[in-house]
């Protein structure tokens, strides 16, 4: 069984399922879903983002969150966001990639995997976290205002056009 929801442009999006793909575009005002299997996906959001899934690919694209979080967790699946703007920015994923670009924070970010490649490209940020038990690590073309910090216990770490204050990387 498909629904498909029409809300007004400027509505609070809570959405809680087990099973099926979500999508949601094109809204003003925060967004939270929990779905337990199956992808998510958000097109062109004004307002803060929290979403998770414990299997599924998690795609953002256009999340504008102004002074609001965005928060992106999957537990078996890649988790993508580009083109976005907010105050902190955390994506986890237990067993998958991590990628991220054209992003700005003004507050931190956290990219954390257990088994995946994290990729952070083109954004600028307060402080950045980077992590990966088994993974590389690719960051291109940032500015932090403050530290970094990147850890991959199995994979290698490449750092290319990256400022920060001071860089601790393992």
Partial sequence: VDFIVTVPAETTVDVDTNYGEVNVTDTTGSVKIDNNFGDVTLLNIEGGVTVETQSGKVDASAVHAGSEPITLSSG???????????????????????????????????????????????????????????????????????????????????????????????
């Fill in 76 to 170: 078996f699946g890649t988790v993508l966001l580009e083109g976005a703007n907010g105050e902190d920015i955390r994506l986890t994923s237990n067993s998958g990639g991590l990628e991220m670009s054209d992003v700005r924070a003004s507050g931190t970010v956290e990219m954390d995997t257990e088994f995946g490649d994290v990729q952070f490209t083109n954004g600028s940020v307060d402080s950045l976290t980077v992590g990966t038990n088994s993974g590389k690590i690719t960051l291109e073309k940032l500015t932090l205002r403050e530290d970094l910090t990147a850890k991959s216990e199995f994979g290698e770490i490449r750092l290319e056009q990256v400022k920060a204050t001071s860089y601790d990387v393992q």
